[in-house]
């Protein structure tokens, strides 16, 4: 136990374990630390999409943009788990009063982001019926701009994972509140974020059912694509990304 004490002191020196556990001090917040650390971590993932994959994203419609957000979106979650487990770890051996009901909420961000990679048949059935509804308003009330209107699909988009999330979040289903009475590590922790994770999917995905016309027929088919054909995507994303530069 004195050698993991050590080992972790001395990769705290170099390794931003303190930054990443609180997510970049979002922990530190006074109220609120779930809420915006989920919140930043969209914002973040989106600008990397962007940088990473840039104007080719406007080559797509609604449904090809959702098989690029969820490839990245794993692929960014896969990441941020092994970041997060290093660096909970060696917070905690550095600050052991560290919790997460307190300062750490870097689980509350990697939850989010799978949520966003592994919610998206019903995040796409909930996006729209949205839209669908903002374009009756738009062209019976308004004459909106593209650009105008591309943030607000844009901005449906981003927010119906994010407020299925932290509607989870706020309640605190069983067993996270056990949890965090009995238990502090980063097994624990990691526990919590999974459970947090689980929830939103399901209810998402319930909601999506049984007021938005979602069928698991048409879920599965869009997952089956995705975890099918993985590597093929990439490679596409590759080349055309590189015939843009």
């Known amino acids: 136990m004195k050698s993991f004490r050590l080992i972790g002191k001395i990769v705290g020196k170099v390794f931003p374990a303190k930054i990443i556990s609180t997510f970049f001090g979002m922990g530190y917040l006074p109220i609120w630390q779930e809420y915006w650390a989920s919140f930043l971590a969209l914002v973040i993932s989106y600008i990397l999409l962007y940088l990473s994959y840039g104007s080719f994203l406007l080559l797509y419609d609604i449904t090809g943009i959702a098989f690029v957000v ?5 692929k960014l979650s896969i990441v941020f788990l092994a970041l997060q487990t290093i660096a909970v770890f060696i917070f905690q051996i550095n600050n052991p009063s560290a919790n997460s009901n307190e300062n750490i909420v870097v689980h509350i961000v990697l939850a989010q982001l799978f949520v966003v990679a592994l ?6 059935a909930i996006f729209h019926s949205m839209a669908g509804f903002y374009d009756q308003i738009c062209k019976k009330m308004f004459i909106c701009p593209k650009w105008i209107n591309s943030f607000i699909y844009f901005c449906i988009f981003f927010i119906i994972p994010y407020i299925f999330f932290n509607i989870i979040v706020m309640i605190k289903p069983w067993p996270i509140v056990t949890i965090q009475l009995h238990y502090n590590n980063v097994l624990s922790i990691t526990a919590e974020g999974a459970i947090y994770m689980l929830y939103t999917i399901v209810l998402i ?5 049984i007021f938005f016309d979602l069928t698991i027929h048409d879920a599965n088919i869009f997952n089956r694509y995705i975890f099918n054909n993985i590597k093929a995507l990439n490679a596409d994303l590759y080349n055309i ?4 530069v």
């Open 70 to 74: 969820t490839i990245f979106f794993l």
């Open 119 to 124: 919610a998206m048949p019903a995040t796409l």
């Open 205 to 209: 995905y319930l909601v999506a059912c």
């Open 241 to 244: 990304s590189k015939k843009l």
